[in-house]
T-cell receptor, first 113, second 111 residues
């Protein structure tokens, strides 16, 4: 089991460029989510999915798109990157049942110039 | 989700017990208390969770007051590797609900 795998680990973009952050899990988890973390702050929820074909917005969804075509993958898309999206992005998954703990990836560090 | 209140920072000597408090006075009957931690530059790590009863695992113990309005995470013998940000989160026992993080408590363990 690899757990939750995020790629790439680091990325630098120019303002206006588009990019997809990849997230994959091999635990057959139904629930997946994306967070961003900025200096001095906790994690903020961007989008989440309760299963293939179903997504919903979190606290800070603006500027981000997601899709969930398979159980394993939950990519996060930045259509037109802005400097305010410079952050560390974490993907997480859990069995979508009651009180199951959530597993996190190691993060993608994104800088937008 | 119910809001939680944690101290911004705490210090602990290596080998001593670290007791991290959390207030969740508006917790609902179906909401669990979860604890995660985040070591610098890593993704958050699950520690423990509970509903009403005290819980213990290989990492920590969780003490929940009888009225469930507060809880304490106990690391029985803190080591330098326990230096991290600790997050207390309450979440309903319901499929599909999100985990909402606050700013957590920064625990510094020193020798």
């Amino acid at each position: 089991n690899a757990g939750v795998t995020q790629t790439p680990k680091f990325q630098v973009l120019k303002t206006g460029q588009s990019m997809t952050l990849q997230c994959a899990q091999d635990m057959n988890h139904e629930y997946m989510s994306w967070y961003r973390q900025d200096p001095g702050m906790g994690l903020r929820l961007i989008h989440y999915s309760v299963g293939a074909g179903i997504t919903d917005q979190g606290e800070v969804p603006n500027g981000y798109n997601v899709s969930r075509s398979t159980t394993e993958d939950f990519p996060l898309r930045l259509l037109s990157a802005a400097p305010s999206q410079t952050s560390v992005y974490f993907c997480a998954s859990r069995r979508n049942a009651g009180d199951q703990p959530q597993h996190f990836g190691d993060g993608t560090r994104l800088s937008i110039l | 989700d119910a809001k939680t209140t944690q101290p911004t920072s705490m210090d602990c000597a290596e080998g001593r017990a670290a007791n991290l408090p959390c207030n969740h006075s508006t917790i609902s009957g179906n909401e669990y208390v979860y604890w995660y931690r985040q070591i610098h530059s890593q993704g958050p790590q699950y520690i423990i969770h509970g509903l009403k009863n005290n819980e213990t695992n290989e990492m920590a113990s969780l003490i929940i007051t009888e009225d469930r309005k507060s809880s304490t995470l106990i690391l029985p013998h803190a080591t330098l590797r326990d230096t991290a940000v600790y997050y207390c989160i309450v979440r309903p026992n319901q499929a599909g609900t999100a985990l909402i993080f606050g700013k957590g408590t920064t625990l510094s363990v020193s020798s």
